[in-house]
């Protein structure tokens, strides 16, 4: 370390500061190697964790092609004799799949959308323009972060489903999350990074604001608005509560909700009920994980985790 | 929207007098909304949808829980007098909302320290690993990412009976079962909870590590201080504020509790040893037409919550502010 000692002194001070430490030199037998090298211990706690977390996504892709349900410790271990698609059938019939896909898509589609168009607006708004009341909007946005929604079942289910008649309607499911403040809140991070002079000199060639958001800025943070998507997606993809109050008609139900009204109404009377809710679960969860795994990078980079530690 | 609105007198406050001040005057006054006041029109959309949509709602609840309000058809009005606490007496002097509170209760025992442990572990395990990094930050997030509905059909097959698990433990297995069990059902549901949520307070640990600069553990490992040394004395004074954050999260979680025992426990049961209060709130306000006592429930939750913020934020904050 006697290379870096002088400037290791000087830097001290404001290390906490600095945006990226730089790289530590990795040697044998130094402190920083010591860290960076993990102990039997913690592989082995890494390793039963990722077991008991993965396990029950095998279990539910092994159950759901059971012929019969197999409980013993065999029937974790993939059997020929007792593989079959029927349960997947039978769940079909039940529920219509495809078209409870449909539903969630279009719920999930809708919340998207209001957040990327207006939380990109507000977003820039916050971060790059100068105008009264600014400060105002920005504690809104902290503010209602905190809101619980606890407090606003009763009187949103009075409002859409009463007072304005939106019940079965994708509308009043999409209604209480089509803005999400996390998403602005990323949005604005990513539009502070950008520096001020590029819009400045954009104003001064006359430029339009939303050309300017349009032409320069939204280019310039496609990564914010992927993880922007994917911050969104898995909220009204996996939302139950809301569409369950919201939706009585069927034909309308995301999956999760008619897969859920199969769990505790019908289940009972089919043939193979385990293998029929697995069957439905493997639809439901196949999109989010496939989602999730091919973008996993946007997830892992923590990004997300930042954003959302604010 | 008082936002917008350009009354008042702009110069007020500016010292009177003077020829260059009054030069300045009309380029202030056209620059009253700020230098780009199209910014007010681009937050536009989204301040409406918060008042509309979220700051209404949150009064109405409140006004909800002070009168006597029942479902009507649309548009029609009807007489709802005000009843002051009648709603709130009724339902805390009910017995089914007074065990949902003594469940929640369990279930932040249970679910709260769990969290903060495990995710702080396995993300400081995982920040320092260096070989199958991508397999194991999946492996924690894949629960978070999936819908509950979906892996409860899972757990309802792992835990029923003669599931997999009571296979395992043979004569261990407790009779009735996991979820049936009026001593168990609880605790079930909030181990469920903390697996199904574990990977999103990975990734807020994850975030939080990131922070604390390098040079600390180096000079602590010179100083001749172990890994537990390093963990205690670095790591977990490092990410208060992270743990600040994940005791409040999974306690409005846990506060929030609704589609894990609606579904694990068939609604609350067995006998109501699972029942949350938005469970309670779901089957009094829109199953029996009392929104009024629900509305109620919802405020003396979210007092609930807030108190036990407080009490956290005291507890695990320490020198924050």
Same mark, same amino acid.
Request: hydrophobic fraction near 50%.
């Given at each position: 370390?006697?290379?870096?000692?002088?400037?290791?002194?000087?830097?001290?001070?404001?290390?906490?500061?600095?945006?990226?430490?730089?790289?530590?030199?990795?040697?044998?037998?130094?402190?920083?190697?010591?860290?960076?090298? !993990?102990?039997?211990?913690?592989? *082995?706690l890494l390793g039963v964790g990722a077991f008991v977390f993965l396990f029950p996504f095998y279990y539910m !892709? &092994?159950?759901?092609?059971?012929?019969?349900?197999?409980?013993?410790?065999?029937?974790?271990?993939?059997?020929?004799?007792?593989?079959?698609?029927?349960?997947?059938?039978?769940?079909?019939?039940?529920?219509?799949?495809?078209?409870? !896909?449909?539903?969630?898509?279009?719920?999930?589609?809708?919340?998207?959308?209001?957040?990327?168009?207006?939380?990109?607006?507000?977003? =820039?708004?916050?971060?790059?323009?100068?105008?009264?009341?600014?400060?105002?909007?920005?504690?809104?946005?902290?503010?209602?972060?905190?809101?619980?929604?606890?407090?606003?079942?009763?009187?949103?289910?009075?409002?859409?489903?009463?007072? =304005?008649?939106?019940?079965?309607?994708? !509308?009043?499911?999409?209604?209480?999350?089509?803005?999400?403040?996390?998403?602005?809140?990323?949005?604005?991070? =990513?539009?502070?990074?950008?520096?001020?002079?590029?819009?400045?000199?954009?104003? *001064?060639?006359?430029?339009?604001?939303?050309?300017?958001?349009?032409?320069?800025? *939204?280019?310039?943070?496609?990564?914010?608005?992927?993880?922007?998507?994917?911050?969104?997606?898995i909220?009204?993809?996996n939302?139950?509560?809301?569409?369950?109050?919201?939706?009585?008609?069927?034909?309308?139900?995301?999956?999760?909700?008619?897969?859920?009204?199969?769990?505790?109404?019908?289940?009972?009377?089919?043939?193979?009920?385990?293998?029929?809710?697995?069957?439905?679960a493997?639809?439901?969860a196949?999109?989010a994980v496939?989602?999730f795994?091919?973008?996993?990078?946007?997830? *892992?980079?923590?990004? &997300?985790?930042?954003?959302?530690?604010? | 929207?008082?936002?917008?609105?350009?009354?008042?007198?702009?110069?007020?406050?500016?010292?009177?007098?003077?020829?260059?001040?009054?030069?300045?005057?009309?380029?202030?006054?056209?620059?009253?909304?700020?230098?780009?006041?199209?910014?007010?029109?681009?937050?536009?959309?989204?301040?409406?949808?918060?008042?509309?949509?979220?700051?209404?709602?949150?009064?109405?609840?409140? #006004?909800?829980?002070?009168? @006597?309000?029942?479902?009507?058809?649309?548009?029609?009005?009807? @007489?709802?007098?005000?009843?002051?606490? /009648?709603?709130?007496?009724?339902?805390?002097?009910?017995?089914?909302?007074?065990?949902?509170?003594?469940?929640?209760?369990v279930f932040l025992i249970i679910n709260v320290p769990l969290t903060v442990g495990l995710s702080l572990l396995l993300a400081?395990a995982l920040?320092?690993?260096?070989?199958?990094?991508?397999?194991f930050r999946l492996s924690y997030y894949v629960p978070y990412v999936t819908a509950s509905v979906a892996v409860v059909g899972v757990w309802l097959f792992l835990f029923q009976?003669?599931g997999l698990l009571?296979?395992l433990?043979?004569?261990?297995?407790?009779?009735?079962?996991w979820l049936?069990?009026?001593?168990l059902a609880m605790p079930t549901v909030a181990l469920y909870v903390t697996w199904k949520q574990l990977g999103f307070f990975i990734l807020l640990y994850?975030?939080?590590?990131?922070?604390?600069? @390098?040079?600390?553990?180096?000079?602590?490992?010179?100083?001749?201080?172990?890994?537990?040394?390093?963990?205690?004395?670095?790591?977990?004074?490092?990410?208060?504020?992270?743990?600040?954050?994940v005791?409040?999260l999974a306690?409005?979680t846990g506060?929030n509790l609704?589609t894990e025992p #609606?579904l694990l426990t068939? %609604?609350?049961?067995? /006998?109501?040893?699972s029942?949350?209060?938005?469970?309670?709130?779901?089957?009094?306000?829109?199953?029996?037409?009392?929104?009024?006592?629900?509305?109620?429930?919802?405020?003396?939750?979210?007092? %609930?919550?807030?108190?036990?913020?407080?009490?956290?934020?005291?507890?695990?904050?320490?020198?924050? @502010?």
């Amino acid at each position: 370390m006697s290379v870096t000692n002088a400037q290791n002194a000087k830097n001290d001070d404001d290390a906490s500061r600095r945006p990226e430490p730089p790289e530590p030199v990795l040697r044998p037998g130094s402190g920083v190697e010591k860290r960076r090298n !993990l102990g039997v211990g913690s592989f *082995i706690l890494l390793g039963v964790g990722a077991f008991v977390f993965l396990f029950p996504f095998y279990y539910m !892709l &092994i159950g759901s092609l059971q012929t019969a349900p197999d409980t013993s410790i065999f029937g974790a271990f993939p059997n020929p004799a007792n593989i079959t698609g029927a349960n997947y059938v039978q769940i079909n019939e039940s529920i219509n799949l495809f078209r409870g !896909l449909l539903n969630s898509g279009i719920f999930t589609g809708g919340v998207i959308f209001f957040t990327v168009i207006f939380g990109l607006l507000v977003g =820039y708004a916050l971060a790059q323009m100068k105008f009264r009341g600014r400060g105002v909007v920005f504690g809104m946005m902290l503010l209602v972060q905190m809101i619980p929604f606890q407090l606003l079942l009763i009187p949103l289910y009075v409002m859409i489903v009463r007072d =304005y008649g939106l019940a079965d309607s994708f !509308l009043g499911m999409i209604l209480p999350f089509a803005i999400n403040s996390t998403a602005v809140f990323v949005f604005r991070q =990513y539009f502070l990074q950008l520096p001020s002079t590029l819009f400045e000199a954009a104003r *001064i060639d006359g430029a339009s604001e939303l050309r300017i958001l349009w032409q320069i800025a *939204i280019p310039l943070v496609r990564p914010a608005i992927v993880t922007a998507v994917l911050l969104t997606f898995i909220g009204p993809w996996n939302e139950f509560l809301w569409p369950f109050l919201v939706t009585k008609e069927q034909s309308l139900q995301p999956l999760a909700v008619s897969l859920a009204n199969f769990i505790s109404n019908i289940a009972g009377q089919a043939g193979n009920p385990f293998g029929a809710i697995l069957a439905g679960a493997c639809v439901l969860a196949a999109p989010a994980v496939a989602l999730f795994i091919f973008f996993q990078r946007q997830f *892992i980079s923590t990004n &997300i985790g930042s954003s959302v530690k604010g | 929207m008082s936002l917008r609105s350009s009354s008042g007198n702009p110069v007020t406050g500016k010292p009177a007098g003077g020829t260059a001040d009054r030069r300045l005057v009309p380029r202030k006054r056209k620059n009253f909304l700020g230098p780009q006041p199209l910014g007010l029109l681009f937050s536009a959309p989204y301040v409406i949808y918060v008042l509309a949509v979220l700051a209404f709602p949150l009064g109405y609840a409140v #006004y909800i829980s002070f009168h @006597d309000f029942f479902f009507t058809a649309p548009r029609v009005k009807v @007489d709802r007098p005000f009843v002051g606490f /009648d709603n709130y007496i009724t339902v805390l002097s009910d017995p089914a909302v007074q065990r949902s509170f003594l469940n929640i209760g369990v279930f932040l025992i249970i679910n709260v320290p769990l969290t903060v442990g495990l995710s702080l572990l396995l993300a400081n395990a995982l920040n320092r690993i260096t070989r199958f990094k991508t397999f194991f930050r999946l492996s924690y997030y894949v629960p978070y990412v999936t819908a509950s509905v979906a892996v409860v059909g899972v757990w309802l097959f792992l835990f029923q009976q003669n599931g997999l698990l009571n296979t395992l433990l043979g004569p261990l297995a407790p009779t009735p079962s996991w979820l049936v069990n009026s001593w168990l059902a609880m605790p079930t549901v909030a181990l469920y909870v903390t697996w199904k949520q574990l990977g999103f307070f990975i990734l807020l640990y994850l975030a939080a590590l990131q922070n604390i600069p @390098d040079e600390l553990y180096e000079s602590a490992a010179v100083d001749g201080g172990n890994k537990w040394v390093q963990f205690w004395n670095i790591t977990v004074p490092g990410v208060r504020p992270a743990s600040v954050l994940v005791t409040l999260l999974a306690t409005i979680t846990g506060a929030n509790l609704f589609t894990e025992p #609606y579904l694990l426990t068939g %609604g609350g049961g067995p /006998d109501g040893a699972s029942a949350s209060p938005v469970f309670i709130m779901y089957q009094r306000g829109l199953l029996q037409g009392n929104p009024d006592v629900a509305a109620a429930l919802g405020v003396v939750l979210v007092i %609930g919550v807030l108190l036990i913020a407080l009490i956290q934020k005291r507890l695990v904050g320490g020198k924050e @502010d």
